[in-house]
């Protein structure tokens, strides 16, 4: 049962006197109730001073984790909280809100404190079914559910934790459980912004502080802590508060999102909007091998990204440059790399990276776009009306993203053009050795007339680059081999001519010899002996038909093995909206 009763007004002045009898401090501040702009506000009295304390409540007042296990009795001994499962702190801090609203009642020493607390929220968990449609093909979409079913399995722990005798079954419900845990995602502090003060008072990471969580969020508000010797806490801002001015705290560097998600509200205009995405490539056969080289970095906890619309996070075109990563990449590199080289590893693998944050952002921005259908039309709630200004936010953050990546990326493909002209390369230093040219402004012979992407096609080599050279290509009709093995040839073919776009390309990478030519029997002996059979099978034949395109010097196995690794290595795919036919291309970069 809640017990409960008296109107809103009667229950703030009975909180008010609450908090004087034991001790708090706020002369110079009142609490109003502001229900007509959504709940209550904290006003200055008086002129504050900057630095001025004007509030505290000593230690008596702050519900800890010891509060709560003093308060609650659970089946068995407590254990501590460790850093793997920070959740039964949290969870004691539940429970100890439900017990004290509905079973301890009027005889609970909070009451004036529990009676104060909403009983409905305007959090996404407790949304209507139309409101939560506002929500599809956001991030918070998959949010929500995601926290509902954290809520439901911290429930389960809590049932098999309090006695029934404690709490009934009737009253630990999910639903009250669900409304515990909104109190304290909208109210509850962390004890680490305390500079560690509270460290000795309790293990769990959250505490409540009445009084002190009354003041409603202004971003980058320079409120201060303080804490007395016995565990007080007071609060004062760095800045001077007139008469009559509200207020307010900073309730820390937040999102919209997380301030609709933890809040059930957003800033308009707030700076640190951004948009989330998770970096997962658990399926790809070099899991293992990449979190290794970024845990060497110190990016092996950077999977969870948030893109503002101001620009990229520092850290995630380094973590997509070892995601793009072949193997090729790895065996060079190694485990033992300074953080300096993921900030730009060479051109190939930028695009790479690039094309892929591309694919994802625009797979999101789709997914927003295709949910429009099924979003109600008006906004008639509150709640539905925070929803649309984050899902507009989303889509805003998204597309100008997109937008300027595209720039950059075009950048990109123009930068490579220019080096592929003056005859530079970016490759990395671990496969060339050869110090990296610097991009020129384009030569006469500089297609300047095409769009960069067209531009960068001409510098790949590619099944349309066969037809540049004639011999070649009128021999390759004739040929009944895969792709990768007339690529190979080709790469012997305009290796062998001066006259090549490509030959300068080709001879800078004399030294670079794939992982398969220097460990022929560990995990690339398949493939060695593969490649070797293939050219056995094309090996004199092609030099007997076509002597002057295939001729027997340049075409030796040994060349043939080292120009075959070299179009496994030097792969990279172009996604449809860098070409013109629409399709992807597959190529060969060299630089």
Same mark, same amino acid.
């Given at each position: 049962?809640?017990?409960?009763?008296?109107?809103?007004?009667?229950?703030?002045?009975?909180?008010?006197?609450?908090?004087?009898?034991?001790?708090?401090?706020?002369?110079?501040?009142?609490?109003?109730?502001?229900?007509?702009?959504?709940?209550?506000?904290?006003?200055?009295?008086?002129?504050?001073?900057?630095?001025?304390?004007?509030?505290?409540?000593?230690?008596?007042?702050?519900?800890?984790?010891?509060?709560?296990?003093?308060?609650?009795?659970?089946?068995?001994?407590?254990?501590?909280?460790?850093?793997?499962?920070?959740?039964?702190?949290?969870?004691?801090?539940?429970?100890?809100?439900?017990?004290?609203?509905?079973?301890?009642? @009027?005889?609970?020493?909070?009451?004036?404190?529990?009676?104060?607390?909403?009983?409905?929220?305007?959090?996404?968990?407790?949304?209507?079914?139309?409101?939560?449609?506002?929500?599809?093909?956001?991030?918070?979409?998959?949010?929500?559910?995601?926290?509902?079913?954290?809520?439901?399995?911290?429930?389960?722990?809590?049932?098999?934790?309090?006695?029934?005798?404690?709490?009934?079954?009737?009253?630990?419900?999910?639903?009250?459980?669900?409304?515990?845990?909104?109190?304290?995602?909208?109210?509850?502090?962390?004890?680490?912004?305390?500079?560690?003060?509270?460290?000795?008072?309790?293990?769990?990471?959250?505490?409540?502080?009445?009084?002190?969580?009354?003041?409603?969020?202004?971003?980058?508000?320079?409120?201060?802590?303080?804490?007395?010797?016995?565990?007080?806490?007071?609060?004062?801002?760095?800045?001077?508060?007139?008469?009559?001015?509200?207020?307010?705290?900073?309730?820390?560097?937040?999102?919209?999102?997380?301030?609709?998600?933890?809040?059930?509200?957003?800033?308009?205009?707030?700076?640190?909007?951004?948009?989330?995405?998770?970096?997962?490539?658990?399926?790809?056969?070099?899991?293992?091998?990449?979190?290794?080289?970024?845990?060497?970095?110190?990016? @092996?906890?950077?999977?969870?990204?948030?893109?503002?619309?101001?620009?990229?996070?520092?850290?995630?075109?380094?973590?997509?440059?070892?995601?793009?990563?072949?193997?090729?990449?790895?065996?060079?590199?190694?485990?033992?790399?300074?953080?300096?080289?993921?900030?730009?590893?060479?051109?190939?693998?930028?695009?790479?990276?690039?094309?892929?944050?591309?694919?994802?952002?625009?797979?999101?921005?789709?997914?927003?776009?295709? %949910?429009?259908?099924?979003?109600?039309?008006?906004?008639?709630?509150?709640?539905?009306?925070?929803?649309?200004?984050?899902?507009?936010?989303?889509?805003?953050?998204?597309?100008?993203?997109?937008?300027?990546?595209?720039?950059?990326?075009?950048?990109?493909?123009?930068?490579?053009?220019?080096?592929?002209?003056?005859?530079?390369?970016?490759?990395?230093?671990?496969?060339?050795?050869?110090?990296?040219?610097?991009?020129?402004?384009?030569?006469?012979?500089?297609?300047?007339?095409?769009?960069?992407?067209?531009?960068?096609?001409?510098?790949?080599?590619? %099944?349309?680059?066969?037809?540049?050279?004639?011999?070649?290509?009128?021999?390759?009709?004739?040929?009944?081999?895969?792709?990768?093995?007339?690529?190979?040839?080709?790469?012997?073919?305009?290796?062998?001519?001066?006259?090549?776009?490509?030959?300068?390309?080709?001879?800078?990478?004399?030294?670079?010899?794939?992982?398969?030519?220097?460990?022929?029997?560990?995990?690339?002996?398949?493939?060695?002996?593969?490649?070797?059979?293939?050219?056995?099978?094309?090996?004199?034949?092609?030099?007997?038909?076509?002597?002057?395109?295939?001729?027997?010097?340049?075409?030796?196995?040994?060349?043939?093995?080292?120009?075959?690794?070299?179009?496994?290595?030097?792969?990279?795919?172009?996604?449809?909206?860098?070409?013109?036919?629409?399709?992807?291309?597959?190529?060969?970069?060299?630089?």
């Amino acid at each position: 049962m809640d017990h409960t009763g008296g109107t809103k007004s009667e229950k703030l002045l009975a909180f008010v006197e609450w908090l004087k009898i034991n001790g708090a401090d706020f002369s110079k501040i009142e609490i109003r109730d502001t229900t007509s702009e959504g709940g209550n506000g904290v006003y200055a009295l008086e002129r504050i001073e900057s630095n001025e304390r004007y509030a505290f409540i000593p230690h008596s007042l702050v519900v800890t984790g010891k509060v709560c296990h003093d308060t609650v009795r659970t089946n068995g001994p407590q254990q501590p909280v460790t850093e793997s499962d920070p959740k039964p702190g949290r969870l004691m801090l539940c429970v100890f809100l439900i017990h004290e609203r509905f079973v301890a009642g @009027d005889a609970s020493f909070w009451k004036p404190y529990i009676d104060i607390l909403p009983r409905e929220f305007h959090t996404p968990l407790h949304f209507s079914d139309e409101e939560l449609m506002f929500l599809r093909g956001t991030p918070a979409e998959f949010a929500v559910e995601e926290r509902r079913q954290g809520y439901r399995e911290e429930h389960e722990k809590a049932l098999a934790l309090v006695p029934e005798s404690v709490i009934p079954r009737d009253v630990l419900t999910f639903e009250n459980y669900l409304w515990a845990m909104t109190v304290l995602s909208s109210r509850s502090f962390s004890k680490d912004l305390m500079a560690g003060s509270l460290c000795h008072l309790t293990s769990e990471s959250e505490v409540l502080l009445p009084l002190l969580d009354m003041s409603n969020h202004y971003p980058r508000t320079p409120v201060t802590w303080t804490i007395d010797d016995d565990g007080g806490v007071g609060f004062s801002n760095k800045a001077a508060i007139e008469v009559g001015q509200e207020v307010v705290n900073d309730y820390g560097e937040k999102s919209n999102e997380e301030l609709m998600m933890g809040y059930g509200f957003c800033v308009e205009g707030n700076p640190l909007s951004c948009f989330h995405i998770k970096l997962n490539y658990s399926q790809d056969p070099l899991f293992q091998a990449k979190e290794r080289l970024l845990a060497a970095v110190g990016l @092996d906890k950077s999977h969870d990204q948030y893109i503002r619309a101001c620009g990229l996070p520092r850290d995630l075109l380094p973590v997509l440059r070892v995601m793009v990563m072949t193997d090729v990449d790895l065996h060079f590199i190694g485990e033992d790399v300074d953080r300096d080289l993921l900030d730009h590893v060479g051109l190939r693998n930028e695009l790479r990276a690039r094309f892929l944050l591309m694919y994802l952002l625009e797979k999101k921005l789709s997914v927003l776009e295709s %949910s429009v259908a099924t979003v109600p039309t008006n906004a008639t709630t509150p709640n539905a009306r925070v929803a649309l200004a984050y899902r507009t936010e989303v889509g805003d953050i998204l597309r100008s993203t997109i937008a300027h990546l595209q720039s950059a990326e075009l950048d990109v493909m123009a930068r490579a053009s220019r080096l592929f002209e003056s005859g530079g390369h970016e490759l990395p230093r671990y496969i060339c050795a050869d110090k990296p040219q610097q991009a020129v402004a384009p030569s006469k012979r500089a297609r300047t007339d095409t769009a960069p992407s067209g531009q960068f096609l001409g510098v790949l080599i590619t %099944s349309e680059s066969l037809a540049s050279d004639q011999a070649f290509h009128e021999a390759s009709e004739q040929i009944d081999v895969n792709e990768d093995v007339l690529l190979t040839l080709f790469l012997l073919r305009a290796r062998m001519l001066s006259s090549s776009p490509w030959h300068a390309a080709i001879r800078r990478l004399e030294g670079f010899k794939h992982p398969m030519l220097l460990f022929e029997q560990d995990v690339y002996g398949e493939m060695l002996e593969e490649m070797a059979e293939i050219h056995e099978s094309l090996f004199p034949l092609l030099t007997e038909h076509f002597g002057d395109v295939f001729p027997p010097e340049h075409f030796t196995v040994d060349r043939f093995l080292w120009a075959s690794g070299i179009v496994e290595a030097f792969r990279v795919v172009v996604p449809p909206r860098c070409t013109s036919g629409g399709s992807e291309v597959e190529g060969i970069c060299l630089i």
